[in-house]
């Protein structure tokens, strides 16, 4: 996957992940995860795209391991949300479908950052 794409769908991510926290009901528990979860997600495409600005391969994999964290964090509150909101589970299942696949795309990506600097 080009660099550009990526970037493109991590920050649909963040985009999505906004949208959806904006329909939460006005609790306490919604809305103190709902902060947590658009930081982490929009964290997402703000470190990648900085790891696109790498000075070095060390430098990128370092940046991606930021990356790594961030998205399995937003992958930990959706499935918060999951658990405290079942009624949005169809609309949580496709965030946290989007959150793995791009986690596997980064794991990936370190993997065969790693291999080039063997």
Known sequence: MSP???????????????MFCE????????????KQLIRSSSSVGANYRAACRAKSMKDFIYKLKIVE???DESAFFLELLIEIFPEYKS????????????????????NTARQKIK
Do not use: G, W
């Open 4 to 18: 550009e794409i990526l970037k493109k769908r991590t920050k649909q991510f963040a985009i999505d992940v906004a």
């Open 23 to 34: 329909s939460l009901p006005p609790r306490i528990s919604a809305l103190a995860y709902s």
């Open 69 to 71: 964290e961030e998205v």
């Open 91 to 110: 609309e949580l299942e496709k965030l946290i479908k989007e959150a793995n696949e791009l986690l596997a795309i980064v794991v990936a990506s370190i």
